[in-house]
């Protein structure tokens, strides 16, 4: 008899099937329209070449963790160790760092999407453990849209993910909405992904009724397929970089043709008398006009002033995609798009307004206003008795400056003296800029500890690695952002060799450290899920939502909430358009806010009391482009979710070759004399990476696009600049903040060449074991 298990990913729930102890079937749920074929690769979780399967430490960091050189990380040989030796060695070094250096120099650099699961969810389980033995330097935003979590409240007075949870549904666009202008597009591959979860890929259904009502749609990109190719959409293909100069000028005609809603900027915004000057050109000589933005963003004049006339003329929306924000001054689109959309006063109204970071995951565009009144369980963290913390993209400047002062939404903070780095769920080799660069940082610290299932770049570049287990491998259950639907994730698998899952992991530290009863309350991780179902339990029961029984829940596939017990949202900008006096924004006019004061008082070079263009460093047309003619389009990939699972066999029938594909058009590769399917070496002097060409009139000149998550490959991994073989692009990008106010990444804003390849490939290897030796009887550490 064949028995499916539920389980859940972050690209959707799914039933699973074993045979012989091997995951032999992997089936979507029935009410799925659309599922993600990323879930095939789970059946290659337990590759034997990518699977940490015991514990294992640097070779020198064994024979001395005291005096052992971080330089040698990745490049030297690890050693199998037992798992009391290792937890020995671990907790040795926290308690030798806390004592010598406090809690502040270690750093908790738990970043990203790990499990689905809401009690083996790795940052809540590294967080409470160190929070437990008094605390650590932090990180503060995310890499996706770091920039929108600081301009959004300054100016809007909203959270980030708030306002991108209430942008407007598919049914009030097909309802009230005539014209959409996409600027960087709704990409289908976006929408596989919903942070844990998802029940139903309804994207490609919901955008369809959107062309079956009528809505045309303009792409502002340098990519055509980052919108469906069945919404026959209108494609700007926009120079990278230069979208606020295209804004600027669709601003322009709306003011100088007098076609802007002035009630609606004198009622519910602040500071337009202060920006309207530089927008004519008053205040520095230079209009922001169609013709002065087509000399930057490569889009012709007259196209421009079309585009605005169009968007006063019909129920306009304006949707901007997480990557434009991802770039040199990224704050400031984000920053004029809210601006265009006060001018065209349709912020508040079904169906139109501005529809941030729209589409960048499922659940952020197509949704109802149908959500979980409440907060599902999670395991407590604690509070960290640490202040000190840094924006997320900032790890490297962290470690390579120690005491070095930066800026940072308004606040002048000192970088800490980082001794001791613990990782647990994330890749940061996959996810940071300039790879060479962290590489260096890397070599910084005392120790580096890393929990990890796989041998990535990250574990490959750590002094002690804790082979940790895959939620296959364990029981938990998932609810996805926003999502109306839980599901229970059953143990499939058994743990891979001797992993064991973050939980006991931290256990076992806890109790050398003399805190294991207060980190585990005397709980099973069954009974911990239980009890964070119970806590879901009781808080639904709050507002008056019924969930069942946990015996109920554990032997269903998915449970969705009751739609009848649950009100429909009313969104806050609706809201503040009824009634600003009465539901004022989160600002200090309480409007929304075209000039900012606080941000004018900072007075920073980068960023300024009001939107406006500065300057890029990477871009085409700038000196840089002259030595590296190529904008580079680090997007996210089609077949994985950022790095994870690159070895399964979803992600590899993406490559070429083994390498990742890279996109070229036509002109740009006959220059070059590169043909389909020819390997080519992208570089510049950062780095180099190899790839697979692939030539295509969707991407407009001056541009190549080579997605991000292929696994870090240096050929050499004892230099210091080796050239990557495997195509990862941010051995390529720019490590810079996006501006002295946000500190987000900056990583679209990179310019690149690239020519043929024609010696021999070299192999792809970190797919295999890394290189291990043995040690004689008596060789443990002093």
């Known amino acids: 008899m064949t028995t499916f298990k539920p389980t859940s990913t972050h690209w959707g729930h799914y039933r699973v099937n074993t045979r012989n102890g091997v995951l032999s079937e992997v089936l979507a749920n029935s009410a799925d329209s659309n599922p993600s074929p990323i879930a095939q690769s789970l059946l290659d979780s ?193 120079r990278p970089n230069a979208d606020a100069a295209l804004m600027l000028a669709l601003a322009h005609t709306l003011y100088t043709e007098n076609l802007y809603d002035k009630d609606f900027i004198s009622r519910y915004t602040s500071g337009f008398e202060k920006f309207a000057p530089y927008l004519t050109g008053a205040t520095d000589g230079v209009a922001k006009d169609a013709q002065w933005a087509s000399q930057l963003c490569d889009i012709n004049a007259e196209a421009i002033v079309t585009l605005a006339r169009r968007m006063a003329a019909e129920p306009c929306l304006l949707s901007i995609s997480w990557s434009l924000q991802r770039t040199e001054h990224g ?161 499939a698998l058994a743990p891979y060799a001797q992993s064991r899952d973050d939980y006991a992991i931290f256990s076992g530290m806890a109790e050398r450290m003399g805190i294991g009863e207060q980190f585990t309350e ?108 190529l904008a580079l389009n680090s997007n996210q990939p089609v077949t994985r979710l950022h790095s994870q699972y690159d070895f399964g066999r979803t992600s590899l029938r993406g490559k070429r070759n083994q390498r990742e594909v890279v996109l070229f058009n036509p002109t740009d590769a006959k220059a070059r004399n590169i043909n389909e399917g020819d390997a080519v070496r992208i570089f510049n002097d950062r780095g180099a990476t190899l790839a697979s060409a692939s030539i295509t009139d969707a991407v407009r000149t001056g541009v190549i696009v080579l997605p991000t998550g292929a696994w870090y490959d240096p050929q050499d991994p004892g230099a210091s600049n080796s050239l990557d073989v495997h195509g990862n692009p941010n051995v390529l990008t720019r490590d810079a903040g996006s501006s002295e106010l946000a500190q987000g990444t900056s990583a679209h804003s990179t310019l690149v060449q690239a020519e043929r390849y024609t010696q021999p490939l070299p192999p792809v290897k970190v797919f295999e074991q890394p290189p291990t030796i043995t040690r004689d009887v008596g060789q443990a550490a002093k």
């Not at 919903?194 to 309804?202: D, F, K, L, P, R």
């Not at 924006?391 to 470690?399: E, N």
Request: hydrophobic share 35%.
């Open 46 to 238: 337990h590759h034997s070449g990518c699977r940490v399967p015991a514990p294992h430490i640097r070779a020198s960091y064994l024979k001395a963790p005291h005096r052992n050189s971080g330089s040698l990380r990745g490049a030297e040989p690890f050693v199998q160790v037992p798992w009391d030796e290792a937890l020995d060695i671990a907790s040795d070094a926290l308690l030798r760092t806390i004592d010598s250096h406090g809690n502040e120099a270690i750093y908790g650099g738990s970043y990203g999407w790990s499990s689905a699961g809401r009690f083996h969810h790795a940052q809540s389980q590294l967080k409470r453990f160190l929070n437990q033995i008094g605390g650590c330097t932090y990180s503060v935003q995310n890499y996706s849209f770091a920039t929108a979590q600081v301009i959004l409240p300054r100016i809007i007075g909203m959270d980030a993910t708030a306002i991108m949870l209430q942008a407007p549904t598919i049914e009030d666009i097909c309802t009230h909405c005539k014209l959409m202008v996409c600027f960087g597009g709704i990409s289908m591959k976006n929408t596989q992904i919903n942070q844990g979860g998802i029940a139903n890929h309804s994207a490609e259904d919901d955008l369809k009724k959107v062309k079956n009502a009528g809505v045309d749609l303009v792409l502002v990109s340098p990519v055509r397929n980052d919108v469906a190719g069945f919404m026959d959409a209108q494609w700007m293909a926009v």
């Open 522 to 629: 005397n709980r099973t991780p069954e009974q911990w899920v239980r009890q964070l179902w119970q806590t879901s339990i009781d808080r639904a029961r709050e507002v008056n939502v019924t969930l069942p029984s946990f015996e109920a829940f554990w032997e269903s596939d998915l449970f969705e909430l009751n739609r009848d017990e649950i009100e429909p949202v009313e969104f806050a900008f609706e809201r503040f358009r009824m009634d600003p006096e009465g539901e004022p924004l989160d600002t200090p006019s309480g409007k929304i806010e075209i000039f900012s004061v606080p941000i004018d008082s900072f007075q920073l070079h980068n960023c300024a009391g009001h939107p406006k263009w500065f300057d890029k460093t990477e871009f085409l047309g700038s000196p840089r482009a002259q030595e590296y003619p």
């Open 331 to 491: 704050d400031q689109p984000y920053w004029l798009i809210t601006v265009l959309g006060a001018m065209l006063g349709n912020i508040g109204l079904p169906g139109q307004g501005v529809g941030y970071g729209y589409g960048c995951i499922h659940n952020f565009g197509f949704i109802d206003r149908h959500r979980p009144p409440f907060k599902f369980g999670e395991l407590p963290q604690g509070k960290n008795p640490v202040s000190t913390y840094i924006p997320v993209a900032r790890v490297a400047d962290m470690l390579l400056n120690p005491g070095t002062q930066f800026q940072f939404n308004g606040e002048a903070l000192e970088y800490p003296d980082i001794k001791l780095v613990y990782w647990c769920g994330g890749n940061p080799f996959h996810h940071h800029q300039d790879l060479n660069r962290l590489r260096q940082a890397f070599s910084k610290p005392d120790t580096i500890i890393v929990n990890e299932p796989f041998w990535t770049a990250t574990a490959r570049q750590a002094d002690i690695v804790f082979p940790s287990t895959i939620p296959l491998e364990r029981e938990d259950f998932a609810c996805g952002t926003a999502d109306l639907v839980a599901s229970p994730m059953h143990q």
